[in-house]
């Protein structure tokens, strides 16, 4: 019996870094996905995994299943993905929730996507230490959330026609450690850096209005703000300003960098007729296009 899972990657839309704080954040799923296969092996566990460099995220992901439904593991896992973990598009939170969706089925154990997004967080915790999990709530719910660390809020936006460019910086970036360099950074100066994380707090509850109402003027407006900020917390990058900038000067209503920073992607929020103009000025701000349908 060969049994099959996928989970989509992901793009932060709005409130990176804030949301390890308390704070909310506004995340959509892209299409690319990752899949996994499952079959009874004679022998002990095996994975193979050809894309990835490792695959401590899928061994994890078995572990802590096996452990909690008290099943072995004697089988053989296959992932494959139809995007390259180098983009930061959350190759490793979709692993992780595919894993366990797959696992769920060959055992024909029910799980709800709170069961699901509590094993998937614990994965990724144990990995990383840091992260506040909107990763693998996207992989699990699909569409665009305004979620809350931990889960403690997941909700659905009914998001219509999102139009995003995504730019590539062609660096990646490593999450947890800019997102451990925050943590100390912040001990020396607390409350100037809460007050950003606050202001960020703020433009997420507006574009949780404006995306709904599909009013792309404003929510291009609060990219542009939720940018500036992330520049404040210091994890931009002049590539990534400069991507960014030339997305708005080419008609973006505005845009910003998506994630952790110091790397990755940027995404510009563009009207239909502008996005050929968009995607040029990107490129020649030394990114490149990722092409992905948003909000699936
Ligand atoms: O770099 P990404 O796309 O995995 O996004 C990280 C977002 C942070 O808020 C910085 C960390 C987190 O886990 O929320």
């Avoid at 917390?233 to 008609?251: H, I, P, Q, R, Y």
Wanted: aromatic share 8%; glycine share 8%.
């Amino acid at each position: 019996m060969n049994i099959k899972a996928s989970a989509p990657g992901k793009l932060l839309l709005f409130g990176e870094h804030a949301v390890v704080y308390g704070y909310p954040c506004i995340v959509t799923t892209v299409s690319p996905r990752v899949y996994v296969e499952v079959e009874k092996n004679s022998g002990p566990l095996k994975i193979e995994a050809p894309q990835v460099k490792d695959t401590i995220f899928v061994e994890e992901a078995i572990k802590h299943f096996c452990e909690k439904y008290k099943v072995d593991n004697k089988i053989l896992i296959k992932t494959f993905s139809n995007f390259s973990s180098k983009f930061g598009l959350g190759s490793s939170s979709a692993v992780t929730v595919a894993t366990i969706k797959a696992l769920s089925k060959f055992y024909g154990i029910e799980t709800s996507k709170k069961e699901i997004f509590d094993l998937g967080y614990k994965v990724i915790r144990t990995i990383q230490k840091v992260g506040s999990g909107f990763d693998i709530a996207s992989a699990i719910y699909g569409k665009t959330i305004y979620y809350v660390s931990g889960g403690q809020i997941i909700e659905t936006l009914s998001v219509k026609d999102l139009s995003l460019v995504i730019g590539y910086s062609g660096i990646k970036a490593d999450t947890a450690s800019i997102v451990k360099n925050l943590e100390f950074r912040i001990h020396n100066s607390e409350s100037e850096y809460k007050k950003i994380f606050s202001k960020i707090g703020k433009i997420v509850e507006e574009a949780k209005i404006s995306l709904v109402n599909s009013d792309w003027k404003k929510t291009g407006e609060l990219m542009n703000q939720n940018h500036k900020l992330l520049q404040e917390l210091g994890v931009s990058t002049e590539k990534l300003d400069n991507m960014c900038f030339s997305a708005v000067s080419a008609g973006a209503y505005g845009a910003k960098l998506s994630g952790a920073g110091g790397g990755d992607c940027m995404i510009a929020l563009t009207p239909k007729n502008k996005i050929k103009n968009v995607e040029s000025a990107i490129i020649n701000a030394g990114g490149e296009i990722i092409n992905a349908k948003i909000n699936v």
